[in-house]
C-alpha cells in the first residue's frame, strides 16, 4: 500500500507535525496534494478531518493506519501552497494548522448550506441601552462569552452572527441563548452574492501617459516572465494607479492574470471602481466585510478562471489565482498588511514568495515607502521607479502651513481648531469646495479623570484609560472592548468634579457643528463603519452629496481622490511621535504626507494646515515640505546607529497569561535558554525580558523579549526548539508563547 503525510486539524502544538497513513485500495489514485480525507485518530481512533500533505516512499512508524475515506474530492491547495504553507510555519514560528488555515482562508469550516444560503443572519440588541448596562454587569460572571456578544452589540448597531462567532471564538448557543433572554435579537437581511454593482459602473479608457508614467508601464512590462520587485515611489497624485491599471491590460492580453492588494477596505469602494471601470466582470473582490456566500462566489470565480483580477484587502495575497501574471501592492508602507495574529506574515513578503514561485513581476507602490523597502531598493535588491510629479499637469502639489498650537493657546485660542484652520475651512464653505480633517483618535475623549483626586477611569481588563463615546453616552476600551457606564461621580473619592480630557472624532464633529451649524460634516471611523458597506456608502455621500467636511482618522489618509477636495487640516500632528516605538517617526510622515495628498487633485490649489504643539520637529518639517528623501536619509541614520531594521530583523517573544509571576519566570527561563544557545555563536542582542508598555491587556500580563539579529537558519531552529519545548511543560496550560518577526507595533 501507499503512504500518505497527512496534517490532523486539530490546533493542539503537541500535534504539529505530519502524520503517516496507508492509501486503501480503493482509494488509491484518487488522493492527492491538498485533499481532505477522514483519518482514525489517537487511541480511540476517533474519525478526524486530515489534510494530505505528501507521499513518502517510507514511515518510521510501524503498522499504520488507514485513511478511511475522502471527504473532498477537490483539493484544497496545491503543491505551491504547501510550499507557502511550509514557508510560513518557518517564517513566522507558527502551526502547519494555523498557515493551512490562513493560506486557504475560505475553503475550510464552510457548510456548504453556509455559502448556498442568501440570508445573512444577523443580531441586534433588542433592549435600551440602560437595559443592556444591567444585562452586562449580570452576565460578566456567570457569562463572559455573553457579556462580550452584549459589549459587541452595544458598540456596533448590527453583526452578523458569524461575524460574533469569529471575533469571540464562540458557538451559536450563546447567541440564541441571549436570544431567549430577550436581551437581543435575530435580524435576517437579505444578501446580494455579487459584491459589485456593475451596472453603474461606466466603462472607462486608458488615459494618455505622461512621459514617466510610460517609462514606468514600459518598464514593468517588460519584466512579466521574470521575477523581479519593483519599488514605484510616486508623489500622491502622481497617477499610479492608471500605471497598474495598463500594466494589468498587457498582463490580461498575454493570457494571464493579476493580484492587486489595497490596505484597507476604506480604499477598496474607489479602487473598485477604476478597475471595474476598466476590466468589468473580470474583477473579483476579497476583503472582510464580504458575506460567507460573497466570499465563495469569488473564490470560485477564481479558481474558474472567471475572474481574472483579484483586488482586496491583507488575505487576497492568498487568491487562488492560475496563470499569474503580476502582483501589485498598492500603499506598501501601510502596517495593515503586517497580520496580528498567527501566523503574523506581512503580505509584502508572501506577495514577494508567490511571485517568485510563478516567476513574476511584483510591484510595491508608495508616496512613502517604508524605509524597508526603500532601502533595499537603493541597495539595489528592487528596482526603484519613480514619479516626481502629478499626473495632473494643472495638480500641484498642496501648499502646507505648520501652525504652533501653544501660540493659539498663548492668545485665548482654546478650540480644537487654530484661527487659520477655521478660516480656510469657512473659505472653502462659500466656494463649496469639500474638506478633510484626520485625528488619529476614534471617541469623544480620550480619558476621564477626577479633578479632585486624580483618579484616571481605566479598563479592569487592562489597565488602560477608556475612551468616552458621546453617542451612546458609555466607555469603553479599545484593546479589549470592555464596555461601562459613564462615570459622573468618581467612583474613588466621590467627587463628582469629573472631566473628559483629550480629543477624538466625535468632539471633532460636535464642535465643527456648533462653529459651522450650516456644514454637512460626516466622521469616518471605526465606530461608523462596522456595518457591511458603510465605507462605501460615507464615500458616496461625500462624493455625490457634496458634503462639506469629512472627518476622520487613518482611513481617510490615502488612496482617496476626490477633485473637490481643496483644504486637509491634520489635527494633533505630533500625538503620535511620542508612542514607544521606533516606527513612530516614520508612521507620523507617513500619515500627515499622505492626507495632505488628498488635496488639491483637480483643477483647484489645494491646502494643507497642520496643528501642532511641537511645530520645530523635523518629521513634521519635513512633512510641510512633502520630501521624501530628506525625511529617509535623517531616518537611515537614526536606524543605522540604533541597530533598528533595515539593519536587522527584529524578533518580538510575547508572552501573556493570567498570571503575572508565571508569565514573568517563564521569559526568565526562556531568556536564558536563548542566551546559552545563540551568544557567541551568530550576532545577536537579547532584550529583556521586560514587560510591555501595555503590560496588561484584557485580563492577561504581557512579557516580552526582544532580539535583535539577521534572520538565519541557526536562530530560527533555536528559538523554533525553545517554544517547542515550553510547550511541553506545565506552565504551557498557563502562559502563552508566541513570536513575531519583524512587528509593526511593539507596544
Known amino acids: 500500500m501507499s503512504i500518505a503525510s ?47 500533505v505528501g507521499f513518502p516512499t517510507s514511515s518510521q512508524v510501524e503498522n499504520l493506519k488507514e485513511i478511511s475515506d475522502i471527504l473532498d474530492e477537490t483539493p484544497l491547495f496545491d503543491e505551491k501552497q504547501l510550499a507557502l504553507i511550509e514557508f510560513m510555519k518557518r517564517r513566522y514560528f ?32 433588542a433592549i435600551s441601552n440602560a437595559e443592556a448596562f444591567d444585562a452586562l454587569e449580570t452576565a460578566r460572571d456567570k457569562a463572559p462569552v455573553q457579556a462580550r456578544i452584549i459589549e459587541l452589540l452595544m458598540q456596533n448597531d448590527f453583526l452578523a452572527n458569524t461575524d460574533i462567532q469569529m471575533l469571540l471564538g464562540c458557538t ?93 477596505i476604506s480604499l477598496t469602494p474607489q479602487m473598485i471602481q477604476r478597475f471595474a471601470g476598466r ?17 465563495n462566489d469569488e473564490y470560485k470565480r477564481i479558481k474558474s478562471g472567471e475572474a481574472r483580477v483579484v483586488i482586496g484587502v491583507r488575505s487576497a495575497v492568498f487568491a487562488p489565482i492560475h496563470n499569474l501574471g503580476l502582483i501589485v501592492v498598492d500603499e506598501e508602507h501601510e502596517n495593515s498588511y503586517k497580520s496580528q495574529n498567527s501566523p503574523a506574515y506581512h503580505a509584502r513578503e508572501i506577495a514577494a514568495v508567490r511571485a517568485k514561485q510563478h516567476n513574476v513581476p511584483l510591484v510595491l507602490a508608495s508616496a512613502t515607502p517604508s524605509v524597508e523597502s526603500y532601502y533595499k531598493a537603493l541597495s539595489g535588491k528592487y528596482e526603484l521607479i519613480t514619479l516626481k510629479n502629478r499626473a495632473n499637469s494643472k495638480a500641484m502639489l498642496p501648499n502646507v502651513s505648520v501652525v504652533d498650537m501653544r501660540l493659539e493657546l498663548m492668545n485665548g485660542n482654546r478650540s480644537l481648531f487654530s484661527r487659520q484652520l477655521i478660516d480656510e475651512i469657512q473659505t472653502n464653505l462659500n ?75 466625535q468632539k471633532v464633529e460636535e464642535e465643527l457643528q456648533t462653529l459651522f451649524p450650516d456644514a454637512k460634516v460626516l466622521r469616518m471611523d471605526m465606530d461608523t463603519v462596522s456595518a457591511k458597506n458603510s465605507h462605501q456608502q460615507i464615500l458616496e455621500q461625500f462624493e455625490k452629496e457634496k458634503v462639506d467636511i469629512l472627518i476622520g482618522t487613518q482611513m481617510v489618509t490615502k488612496g482617496l481622490d476626490f477633485e473637490n477636495v ?89 508572552f ?56 538565519n537558519d541557526t536562530i530560527i531552529n533555536v528559538l523554533s526548539n525553545c517554544v517547542s519545548e515550553h510547550y511541553k511543560t506545565k506552565e504551557s496550560q498557563f502562559v502563552n508563547v508566541s513570536v513575531e518577526n519583524n512587528p509593526v507595533h511593539i507596544l
Open 172 to 264: 451559536v448557543a450563546s447567541i440564541k441563548s441571549l436570544e431567549k433572554k430577550g436581551i437581543i435579537e435575530s435580524v435576517d437581511i437579505e444578501i446580494f452574492r455579487n459584491p459589485v454593482d456593475y451596472n453603474k459602473i461606466k466603462k472607462t479608457k486608458p488615459l494618455p501617459p505622461t512621459k514617466a508614467q510610460q517609462t514606468a508601464i514600459q518598464k514593468i512590462t517588460d519584466s512579466l516572465d521574470v521575477f523581479r520587485v519593483f519599488l514605484l515611489h510616486g508623489v500622491t497624485g502622481s497617477g499610479k494607479t492608471e500605471v497598474f491599471l495598463q500594466c494589468i491590460d498587457t498582463v490580461l492580453e498575454q493570457g494571464k492574470n493579476a493580484i492587486v492588494l489595497v490596505p484597507e
Open 566 to 654: 481643496t483644504l486637509v487640516g491634520v489635527l494633533a500632528a505630533d500625538m503620535m511621535l511620542n508612542l514607544d516605538d521606533y516606527r513612530a517617526n516614520e508612521k507620523t510622515f507617513d500619515l500627515i504626507t499622505q492626507v495632505c495628498g488628498r488635496a488639491g487633485r483637480g483643477a483647484h490649489a489645494g491646502r494643507a494646515i497642520i496643528q501642532s504643539y511641537a511645530p520645530d520637529n523635523s518629521v513634521l518639517s519635513l512633512a510641510q515640505s512633502q520630501d521624501y528623501e530628506a525625511f529617509y536619509n535623517e531616518e537611515i541614520l537614526l536606524r543605522k546607529s540604533l541597530v533598528y531594521p533595515p539593519y536587522c530583523d527584529l524578533l518580538a517573544v510575547m
Open 6 to 52: 497527512v496534517i490532523i486539524n486539530k490546533s493542539a502544538r503537541a500535534l504539529d507535525r505530519f502524520f503517516d497513513y496507508l492509501i486503501p485500495k480503493e482509494l488509491e489514485g484518487k488522493i492527492q496534494i491538498g485533499t481532505t480525507v477522514s483519518v482514525p485518530f489517537g487511541k480511540g481512533n476517533q474519525m478526524t478531518e486530515a489534510y494530505v
Open 431 to 505: 466656494e463649496n469646495h469639500q474638506t478633510i480633517l484626520f485625528l488619529n483618535r476614534r471617541g469623544f475623549s480620550t480619558f476621564i479623570s477626577c479633578r479632585s483626586c486624580g483618579y484616571v477611569v481605566k479598563c479592569p481588563r487592562c489597565n488602560i484609560a477608556m475612551t468616552y463615546h458621546k453617542n451612546k453616552d458609555f466607555l469603553t476600551c479599545h484593546y479589549c472592548g470592555y464596555t461601562q457606564r459613564n462615570v459622573t461621580v468618581c467612583p474613588d473619592c466621590g467627587s463628582q468634579y469629573i472631566k473628559h480630557f483629550g480629543t477624538g472624532t
Open 279 to 295: 476590466f468589468g466582470r473580470q474583477i473579483a473582490v476579497l476583503h472582510s466585510h464580504l458575506s460567507f456566500g460573497e466570499r
Open 94 to 125: 507558527s502551526t502547519y494548522l494555523a498557515a493551512l488555515k490562513t493560506v486557504v482562508p475560505y475553503g475550510l469550516g464552510l457548510s456548504a448550506k453556509k455559502v448556498s444560503d442568501k440570508i445573512l443572519k444577523g443580531s441586534t440588541l
Open 656 to 711: 501573556s497569561s493570567f498570571n503575572d509571576a508565571a508569565a514573568t519566570n517563564c521569559a526568565k527561563r526562556m531568556a536564558e535558554r536563548l542566551k546559552n544557545s545563540l551568544q557567541g555563536k551568530v550576532p545577536i542582542e537579547i532584550l529583556g525580558p521586560s514587560p510591555c508598555s501595555f503590560y496588561k491587556i484584557n485580563n492577561k500580563y504581557r512579557k516580552r523579549i526582544l532580539i535583535k539579529c539577521k534572520l
